[in-house]
């Protein structure tokens, strides 16, 4: 039930669903000042969240900074990656599909062959609703495998649904085989707040290395700071599906 509603409640809150539902409100409304009301908050809205310069700066602010590779102290027997970073239905499944979380992977891979971890442990099942068959875990590990890294160094967890999931499965494959030290997070700056907060709450304190970066170096350009960006709103609602995911995980006890 949790699961359901957390991702009922995510895509409500998303600014473009609340942009929409402003707008069809007011096509309705009879009463001339409240319909222009609500196109003025609608207008006043859709500016706001399709701004480049206001987004990124809340980014920034969210986002976990990058840890340059010559900043590592020391090399981890683990290193554990989240997914959320493929996509299902974009052609024959004879192939990987990556979303934006690329970097998840790649940078893994970069951590592998540099010698920083010395396994990989792939953690996520189906994140979705109209696909709970799907295994992510294992299109990361087909890909890893790709990438070159030997099947004897990966290892993969398919059933968890969510980041709380992962981290009480995680602990319970690593428990009788490495401490926490020993192991690294690795997962998305706009997600490792929330993923790092599931595994304390779970008494396995990883260092943390922070990838797939949405917000940029600070501009005054013209553009981003006068004009609306579609991409802008993804952006938004990667962030309000992480606070909403933070206030909902604090609530259920998860963090």
């Keep these: 039930m949790f699961f359901v509603l957390s991702k009922i409640v995510a895509y409500v809150v998303m600014p473009f669903t609340v942009v929409c539902i402003l707008l069809a409100t007011a096509l309705f409304i009879k009463k001339q000042t409240l319909k222009k009301k609500l196109f003025?908050?609608?207008?006043?809205?859709?500016?706001?969240?399709?701004?480049?310069?206001?987004?990124?700066?809340?980014?920034?602010?969210?986002?976990?900074?990058?840890?340059?590779?010559?900043?590592?102290?020391?090399?981890?027997?683990?290193?554990?990656?989240?997914?959320?970073?493929?996509?299902?239905d974009t052609g024959p499944l004879d192939r990987i599909y990556f979303a934006c979380g690329a970097d998840r992977v790649t940078h893994t891979v970069q951590l592998y062959k540099t010698g920083r971890i010395k396994k990989i442990l792939v953690s996520g099942g189906s994140g979705r609703l109209d696909a709970p068959e799907r295994k992510e875990a294992f299109e990361v590990e087909a890909a890893l495998k790709l990438m070159g890294v030997?099947?004897?160094?990966?290892?993969?967890?398919?059933?968890?649904?969510?980041?709380?999931?992962?981290?009480?499965?995680v602990k319970k494959m690593l428990v009788d085989q490495a401490i926490p030290s020993e192991c690294i997070l690795i997962t998305s700056g706009y997600h490792l707040r929330r993923s790092a907060?599931?595994?304390?709450?779970?008494?396995?304190?990883?260092?943390?290395?922070?990838?797939?970066?949405?917000?940029?170096k600070r501009k005054y350009s013209f553009d981003i700071l006068l004009i609306p960006k579609v991409e802008v709103l993804s952006n938004w609602n990667t962030l309000i599906k992480e606070w909403t995911g933070m206030i909902a995980y604090k609530a259920a006890g998860y963090i």
């Design 197 to 216: 907060a599931c595994f304390r709450k779970e008494r396995w304190n990883m260092d943390c290395f922070s990838v797939d970066f949405r917000s940029h």
């Design 150 to 169: 030997p099947q004897e160094d990966i290892i993969t967890e398919s059933e968890s649904r969510n980041t709380h999931e992962s981290a009480v499965a």
């Design 40 to 88: 003025v908050i609608s207008l006043s809205l859709l500016f706001f969240f399709s701004n480049d310069f206001i987004e990124n700066e809340v980014m920034m602010l969210w986002e976990v900074p990058v840890t340059p590779f010559k900043d590592l102290k020391k090399n981890y027997e683990w290193g554990i990656l989240l997914t959320g970073v493929t996509k299902y």
